[in-house]
T-cell receptor, first 112, second 112 residues
Framework: NAGVTQTPKFQVLKTGQSMTLQCAQD?????MYWYRQDPGMGLRLIYY???????DKGEVPNGYNVSRLNKREFSLRLESAAPSQTYVYFC???????????FGNGTRLTVT | QQQVKQSPQSLIVQKGGISIINCAYE??????FPWYQQFPGKGPALLIA?????SEKKEGRFTISFNKSAKQFSLHIMDSQPGDSATYFC???????????FGAGTRLTVKP
């Protein structure tokens, strides 16, 4: 039982490059999330998907797009990466809103 | 604007001592208050959670104290062990709402 799996684990991009962070969960959860870990600010919600077929903005959505590909998979895309997007990104899932989150182990992204 | 304020930023405790981390929230609609534990290189994992219908919840050495009138809740770790050294996040959300807000985190170090 893998839980929440994120790929890649590490990535280095140059300014202006694009990339997609992948996330998959095997717990049959309805809701999925993308957070970023800001030093000194904790975890900030970028986007979430309450159920298959829906996505909504979180606290810090600018510069990102998401796709809920199916119930298992939720991807995060950076169209034109900037150094200000250097963070650790976490995907999470939950049975529904307001229930415990299950996190992946993160993608450490560096933009130079 | 952080909806959940956490203190202290870092905490050093001797083995066997009590670790106390505090959080305060603004939104009175919050009704689910979890604590997450994060080890280096890993994603946060749910440690313990409380809903506002009780003032205290205990699981082993971990206790959440909740003060609804003060809009504050805290995590107490009794008999702290070096294995408890990690970053702890408090969080808050509303039932059936996907927007969970996190505190900035507390880095706990337990010295042997």
């Amino acid at each position: 039982n893998a839980g929440v799996t994120q790929t890649p684990k590490f990535q280095v991009l140059k300014t202006g490059q694009s990339m997609t962070l992948q996330c998959a969960q095997d717990m049959n959860h309805n809701s999925m999330y993308w957070y970023r870990q800001d030093p000194g600010m904790g975890l900030r919600l970028i986007y979430y998907s309450a159920s298959e077929g829906t996505t909504d903005k979180g606290e810090v959505p600018n510069g990102y797009n998401v796709s809920r590909l199916n119930k298992r998979e939720f991807s995060l895309r950076l169209e034109s990466a900037a150094p200000s997007q250097t963070y650790v990104y976490f995907c999470a899932s939950s049975r529904q809103g307001g229930s415990p989150l299950h996190f992946g182990n993160g993608t450490r992204l560096t933009v130079t | 604007q952080q909806q959940v304020k956490q203190s202290p930023q870092s905490l050093i405790v001797q083995k066997g001592g009590i670790s106390i981390i505090n959080c305060a929230y603004e939104n009175t609609a919050f009704d689910y208050f979890p604590w997450y534990q994060q080890f280096p290189g890993k994603g946060p994992a749910l440690l313990i959670a409380i809903r506002p219908d009780v003032s205290e919840k205990k699981e082993g050495r971990f206790t959440i104290s909740f003060n609804k009138s003060a809009k504050q809740f805290s995590l107490h770790i009794m008999d702290s062990q070096p294995g408890d050294s990690a970053t702890y996040f408090c969080a808050a959300s509303i039932r059936n709402n996907n927007d969970m807000r996190f505190g900035a985190g507390t880095r706990l170090t337990v010295k042997p």
